[in-house]
């Protein structure tokens, strides 16, 4: 099983900062990275696909990037709105795993 | 616009059977273009993948849930279906269903439904 490591578990961040989060695989793979954004009491919506493709809809100000086992997930100018649980999830290799999560927080 | 809607009990007891059902709205459940999805979180904590099926009837499970878990698809309803056997309280849980954007059981989850929470207990 691949296992997702996230990191910062937590962040408190001020409006209009940028937000990095990183994503790393325990083994390679590729660029079957994903990132979801879960607000509280929602379902979890798809922002960033296959690593750095932003999924429909999605503000510009969220990007990912990265390959390998080294991911990175990018909100620049952070806004109100964007206080949320992010996850990475793994599509290369079954079973298919999440990252334990990242709270950010407005300041 | 491809809608999903779980349904089934919010309540089940220990050792008994979980089953939960997913109506698919606005797309065939019969299309190639798609895996149907099961993914639950526990309150408070992350995402686990249950199990992934084509319409076909091909079925993927998490290796750690497999002995437990059966997926399914009914064309005629539209909809595919969730058991979940032998549960104990480790298994309570929002479970939200979800499709995959293409027809690959390795691909991302873009639309989700609103989940609904199952809790185990008697």
């Known amino acids: 099983e691949i296992v997702l490591t996230q990191s910062p578990d937590f962040q408190s961040v001020t409006p209009k900062e940028k937000v990095t989060i990183t994503c790393r695989a325990s083994q390679s793979i590729g660029s079957s990275l994903h990132w979801y954004q879960q607000k509280p009491d929602q379902s979890p919506k798809l922002l960033i696909k296959y690593a750095s493709q932003s999924f429909s809809g999605v503000p510009s100000r969220f990007s990912g990037s990265g390959s390998g086992t080294d991911f990175t997930l990018t909100i620049n100018s952070l806004e109100a709105e964007d206080a949320a649980m992010y996850y990475c999830h793994q599509s290369s290799t079954l079973p298919l795993t999440f990252g334990g999560g990242t709270k950010v927080e407005i300041k | 616009q491809l809608q999903l809607q779980e349904s089934g009990p919010g309540l089940v007891k220990p050792s008994e059977t979980l089953s939960l059902t997913c109506a698919v709205s606005?797309?065939?459940?019969?299309?190639?273009?798609?895996?149907w999805v099961w993914i639950r979180q526990p309150p408070g904590k992350g995402l686990e993948w249950i199990g992934s099926?084509?319409?076909?009837?091909?079925?993927h499970y998490n290796p750690s849930l497999e002995s437990r878990v059966t997926i399914s698809v009914d064309t005629s309803k539209n909809q595919f279906s969730l058991n979940l056997s032998s549960v104990t309280a480790a298994d309570t849980a929002i479970y939200y269903c979800?499709?995959?954007?293409?027809?690959?059981?390795?691909?991302?989850?873009?639309?989700w439904g609103r989940g609904t929470m199952v809790t185990v207990s008697s």
């Open positions: 606005g797309g065939s459940i019969s299309s190639t273009n798609y895996y």
């Open positions: 979800a499709d995959t954007i293409f027809g690959v059981v390795t691909d991302a989850f873009d639309i």
């Open positions: 099926v084509h319409y076909s009837g091909t079925a």
